[in-house]
Protein backbone atom coordinates (compact mmCIF):
# COMPACT_ATOMS: atom_id res chain seq x y z
CA UNK A 1 0.00 0.00 0.00
CA UNK A 2 1.37 3.33 -0.77
CA UNK A 3 0.54 6.75 0.33
CA UNK A 4 0.25 10.18 -0.99
CA UNK A 5 3.98 11.48 -0.21
CA UNK A 6 2.70 15.06 -0.35
CA UNK A 7 0.81 14.56 2.52
CA UNK A 8 1.56 16.02 5.81
CA UNK A 9 0.98 12.86 7.86
CA UNK A 10 4.22 11.44 10.06
CA UNK A 11 4.54 7.86 10.55
CA UNK A 12 3.24 8.48 13.71
CA UNK A 13 -0.54 9.70 12.76
CA UNK A 14 -0.12 7.64 9.62
CA UNK A 15 -0.62 4.50 11.43
CA UNK A 16 -3.42 5.43 13.56
CA UNK A 17 -5.44 6.95 10.77
CA UNK A 18 -5.01 3.76 8.82
CA UNK A 19 -6.30 1.65 12.10
CA UNK A 20 -9.48 4.14 12.71
CA UNK A 21 -10.20 3.93 8.88
CA UNK A 22 -10.23 0.13 8.80
CA UNK A 23 -12.19 -0.10 12.18
CA UNK A 24 -14.57 2.57 10.85
CA UNK A 25 -14.75 1.10 7.53
CA UNK A 26 -15.64 -2.21 8.94
CA UNK A 27 -18.60 -0.75 10.92
CA UNK A 28 -20.05 1.31 8.07
CA UNK A 29 -19.17 4.66 8.93
CA UNK A 30 -17.70 7.57 7.53
CA UNK A 31 -13.67 8.37 8.52
CA UNK A 32 -12.95 11.66 9.91
CA UNK A 33 -11.61 13.86 7.21
CA UNK A 34 -8.14 13.71 8.21
CA UNK A 35 -7.76 10.36 8.59
CA UNK A 36 -9.43 9.72 4.98
CA UNK A 37 -6.85 12.07 3.63
CA UNK A 38 -4.26 10.24 5.60
CA UNK A 39 -4.77 7.14 3.96
CA UNK A 40 -5.44 7.58 0.72
CA UNK A 41 -3.44 5.66 -1.81
CA UNK A 42 -1.09 7.08 -4.69
CA UNK A 43 -2.90 7.40 -8.02
CA UNK A 44 -1.40 6.83 -11.78
CA UNK A 45 -0.46 10.27 -13.18
CA UNK A 46 -2.73 8.99 -16.13
CA UNK A 47 -5.64 9.37 -14.42
CA UNK A 48 -4.66 12.23 -11.93
CA UNK A 49 -6.11 15.56 -12.61
CA UNK A 50 -4.55 18.35 -10.17
CA UNK A 51 -6.58 21.55 -9.58
CA UNK A 52 -4.83 24.16 -6.91
CA UNK A 53 -6.31 26.16 -4.89
CA UNK A 54 -4.53 29.61 -3.50
CA UNK A 55 -4.75 32.79 -2.13
CA UNK A 56 -6.56 34.34 -5.14
CA UNK A 57 -9.98 32.59 -4.10
CA UNK A 58 -9.90 30.61 -7.03
CA UNK A 59 -9.65 27.16 -8.48
CA UNK A 60 -6.92 26.21 -11.56
CA UNK A 61 -7.98 25.54 -13.40
CA UNK A 62 -11.78 26.52 -12.73
CA UNK A 63 -13.28 24.29 -15.62
CA UNK A 64 -11.86 20.86 -16.73
CA UNK A 65 -13.10 17.92 -18.19
CA UNK A 66 -12.04 14.59 -17.02
CA UNK A 67 -12.79 10.77 -18.06
CA UNK A 68 -15.15 8.33 -15.61
CA UNK A 69 -12.67 6.80 -13.25
CA UNK A 70 -9.78 9.44 -13.05
CA UNK A 71 -9.42 10.98 -9.68
CA UNK A 72 -9.19 14.91 -9.09
CA UNK A 73 -6.35 16.10 -6.67
CA UNK A 74 -7.09 19.33 -5.34
CA UNK A 75 -3.85 20.82 -3.93
CA UNK A 76 -3.90 23.73 -1.54
CA UNK A 77 -0.90 25.92 -2.35
CA UNK A 78 -2.06 29.21 -0.69
CA UNK A 79 -1.43 30.40 2.96
CA UNK A 80 -5.12 30.27 4.14
CA UNK A 81 -7.28 27.60 4.72
CA UNK A 82 -9.22 25.91 1.66
CA UNK A 83 -12.56 23.13 1.24
CA UNK A 84 -13.48 21.58 -2.11
CA UNK A 85 -17.15 20.76 -1.52
CA UNK A 86 -20.12 19.66 -4.11
CA UNK A 87 -22.60 18.39 -1.30
CA UNK A 88 -26.36 20.01 -2.32
CA UNK A 89 -27.62 22.13 0.65
CA UNK A 90 -23.99 23.33 1.91
CA UNK A 91 -23.60 26.28 -0.85
CA UNK A 92 -25.29 29.68 -0.09
CA UNK A 93 -25.93 29.77 -3.99
CA UNK A 94 -27.61 26.12 -4.97
CA UNK A 95 -26.16 26.63 -8.43
CA UNK A 96 -22.68 26.12 -6.51
CA UNK A 97 -23.36 22.80 -5.62
CA UNK A 98 -24.53 20.88 -8.75
CA UNK A 99 -24.33 16.93 -8.73
CA UNK A 100 -25.37 14.22 -11.80
CA UNK A 101 -27.84 11.96 -10.77
CA UNK A 102 -26.32 8.91 -8.94
CA UNK A 103 -23.08 10.84 -8.35
CA UNK A 104 -21.62 10.94 -4.84
CA UNK A 105 -21.38 14.03 -2.64
CA UNK A 106 -18.11 14.77 -1.62
CA UNK A 107 -16.64 17.44 1.59
CA UNK A 108 -13.14 17.56 1.94
CA UNK A 109 -13.17 19.68 5.13
CA UNK A 110 -10.50 22.45 5.73
CA UNK A 111 -7.47 22.20 3.70
CA UNK A 112 -3.95 23.57 5.48
CA UNK A 113 -1.83 24.81 3.20
CA UNK A 114 -0.07 22.02 1.81
CA UNK A 115 -2.98 19.18 2.29
CA UNK A 116 -4.15 17.47 -0.33
CA UNK A 117 -7.64 15.99 -0.75
CA UNK A 118 -8.84 13.13 -3.72
CA UNK A 119 -11.75 12.56 -5.40
CA UNK A 120 -12.33 9.40 -7.81
CA UNK A 121 -15.50 10.13 -10.41
CA UNK A 122 -17.31 7.61 -11.17
CA UNK A 123 -20.80 9.66 -12.59
CA UNK A 124 -20.41 11.04 -15.34
CA UNK A 125 -22.25 14.30 -16.09
CA UNK A 126 -22.03 17.74 -14.86
CA UNK A 127 -20.53 18.90 -10.91
CA UNK A 128 -20.35 22.49 -9.63
CA UNK A 129 -18.29 22.57 -6.72
CA UNK A 130 -16.79 25.33 -4.27
CA UNK A 131 -14.73 26.38 -1.76
CA UNK A 132 -16.98 26.64 1.63
CA UNK A 133 -14.82 29.10 3.12
CA UNK A 134 -14.81 31.42 0.19
CA UNK A 135 -17.58 31.08 -1.88
CA UNK A 136 -18.77 34.86 -1.33
CA UNK A 137 -15.27 35.68 -3.11
CA UNK A 138 -16.25 33.52 -6.28
CA UNK A 139 -14.04 30.61 -5.57
CA UNK A 140 -16.42 28.30 -7.50
CA UNK A 141 -15.73 25.36 -9.97
CA UNK A 142 -17.22 22.90 -13.34
CA UNK A 143 -16.16 19.71 -13.85
CA UNK A 144 -17.66 17.67 -17.04
CA UNK A 145 -17.18 13.74 -16.65
CA UNK A 146 -17.29 12.20 -19.37
CA UNK A 147 -17.38 8.26 -20.48
CA UNK A 148 -15.18 7.49 -22.95
Not at 52 to 62: H, L
Request: glycine letters at 8%; hydrophobic letters at 35%; one cysteine or more.
Amino acid sequence: MKFDKGSNATPRRLIPAVVFTVIMGACGSEPASESARASQLVVSDEHKVVIRMSDNMRFAPATRAISVGDTVVWTNDGRMEHTTTDVPGKAGVNEHNVLPPGADPWDSGELAPGETFRQVFTTPGEYTYLCTLHEAAGMVAHLTVHED
